[in-house]
């Protein structure tokens, strides 16, 4: 897709930048905590847990770290009450989003969202008029010298997953949600070390901009919902069109 490994670069660069800062090991700590809170704090019993802690390895977040995420999860450790929104919004140029908040304040996050939105050329969407366009399922990502497509397929896909994609320098694999733990430690078992696994909102048709002040536009909403602290995830429907990929360094 047109200007597509450009965009990716441009977020694995951000998640580079993240994870040096730090806000990369918070946010992993918290999906470790609703794992925990959700379905218990024993790894063996608790996919989307162990999940968790395997992305959390992955970016290597320490032990202690993850260690204390779960027993806020389980109530082990006092921590301030958490709570998964998923918002829809529309960015510039009619992009769709999905933003994904864990937060111990609704009304707080739901107004700072509101007014990231409004001062970035965003707005709030009506519930459901946005995640139609999107579909749930487990991201994994590797290096390109990690495997050859051939083997990673054979592996992946007899592990139950339902897709392989070229992002440039990574390759990227698909799974049913229910699934992508057992794909992942399939990969684990044959050498293959994921740089992270995830549960996304993978839209289902895009919107290619080729407008370089909307694409800057949009760069910039994304970077900013992003950066929020309450923050976990943020999905959008858009690539950018290779005629202005590279202006946007």
């Known amino acids: 897709m047109a200007g597509h490994n450009k965009w990716s670069k ?8 993240d994870a040096k800062r730090g806000n990369a090991f918070s946010k992993l700590a918290k999906e470790i ?10 790894p063996d019993m608790n996919a989307r847990l162990r999940s968790a802690i395997a992305a ?4 290597n977040v320490p032990n ?40 111990d304040n609704r009304n707080r996050s739901a107004n700072d969202i509101r007014v990231l939105l409004s ?23 590797l290096d390109k010298a990690a495997a050859t497509e051939d083997r990673l397929m054979e592996i992946a896909l007899e592990a139950g997953a339902d897709d392989i ?19 992942a430690s399939a990969l684990r078992e044959n050498h293959l070390s994921p740089n992270g696994q995830n549960l ?4 289902q048709t895009l ?34 069109d290779d005629s202005i990929a590279d202006q946007l360094d």
């Open 64 to 103: 202690d770290n993850i260690d204390r995420a779960i027993k806020k999860g389980t109530g082990e450790l006092a921590s301030a009450a958490l709570e998964e929104i998923l918002y829809e919004a529309y960015g510039p140029g009619g992009v769709a989003m999905m933003i994904e908040i864990v937060t």
């Open 200 to 203: 996304i909102y993978q839209p």
């Open 119 to 141: 001062k970035n050329n965003g707005t709030f969407a009506d519930s459901g008029s946005v995640a139609y366009m999107f579909q749930r399922l487990g991201e994994i990502r």
């Open 56 to 59: 959390a390895k992955a970016a």
């Open 165 to 183: 994609a070229d992002s440039g320098d990574e390759w990227i694999v698909y799974t049913p949600t229910e699934r992508l733990f057992q794909v």
């Open 33 to 42: 905590t609703l794992a925990a809170k959700a379905g218990g704090g024993i």
């Open 207 to 240: 919107v290619t901009v080729s407008d370089l002040e909307t694409a800057k536009s949009l760069i910039r909403l994304y970077d900013v919902l992003d950066d929020y602290d309450d923050s976990q995830h943020i999905h959008a429907n858009f690539e950018i």
């Open 10 to 17: 441009i977020k694995r660069g951000k998640a580079i930048v």
